[in-house]
């Protein structure tokens, strides 16, 4: 069964290095989103992404953010300069067609900003 | 604003009984919900769902039921298994209000053997 996949499970970094967190969408679908989820919290919506650009974003998703999708598989949500606050689980989900199919989610990345 | 929230932060059933899990939100215009399982150190899970133009669907041991009168969803398993012990998030989705879903704040469903 296909299935989102995410990579790094678990990224530790200090406070103002860059991250990048790396996703394998599901391949015949063509919408793809970041949430993040702060431990013992919900899930929050980050941005989402359809035909090369950003469609939506939250007010979470400030000029530190950026996402690409840099081939035909990849998607990538990067964090310039962290900050001890974007300590999270990071979830991307991507979805097939139209407003009303399922988003299917990957497994997450740990973020720990120390 | 609009939310999505959770009656019961934390639900405790002896294996075998049904579980119900209940979810209140606020924006009429929402007109796609989905039942998402989270289990420790995982993503949400699908578990199933229900457009606005239904009021019940049923899954393999699963049943979601939509009241739109009262903005009200519920996720009922039935015969719990231990294996069910997870957080269970609903999440609606509004047409013309972002491309995302807005989650609930989460239901632990705690299963006793």
């Known amino acids: 069964e296909p299935e989102v996949t995410q990579t790094p499970s678990h990224q530790v970094t200090q406070m103002g290095q860059e991250v990048i967190l790396r996703c394998v969408p599901i391949s015949n679908h063509l919408y793809f989103y970041w949430y993040r989820q702060i431990l013992g919290q919900k899930v929050e919506f980050l941005v989402s992404f359809y035909n090369n650009e950003i469609s939506e974003k939250s007010e979470i998703f400030d000029d530190q953010f950026s996402v690409e999708r840099p081939d035909g598989s990849n998607f990538t949500l990067k964090i310039r300069s962290t900050k001890l606050e974007d300590s999270a689980m990071y979830f991307c989900?991507?979805?097939?067609?139209?407003?009303?199919?399922?988003?299917?989610f990957g497994p997450g990345t740990r973020l720990t900003v120390l | 604003g609009e939310s999505v929230g959770l009656h019961l932060p934390t639900l405790s059933v002896q294996e075998g009984d049904n579980s119900i899990i209940n979810c209140a939100y606020s924006n009429s215009a929402s007109d796609y919900f989905i039942w998402y399982k989270q289990e420790s150190g995982k993503g949400p899970q699908f578990i199933i769902d229900i457009r606005s133009n239904m009021d019940k669907r049923q899954g393999q041991r699963v049943t979601v039921l939509l009241n739109k009168t009262v903005k009200h969803l519920s996720l009922q398993i039935a015969a719990t298994q231990p294996g069910d012990s997870a957080v269970y998030f609903c999440a609606e989705f509004t047409p013309n209000a972002g491309n995302m879903l807005t989650f609930g704040g989460g239901t632990r469903l705690m299963v006793k053997p």
């Open positions: 989900a991507s979805r097939a067609r139209d407003n009303t199919d399922t988003q299917y």
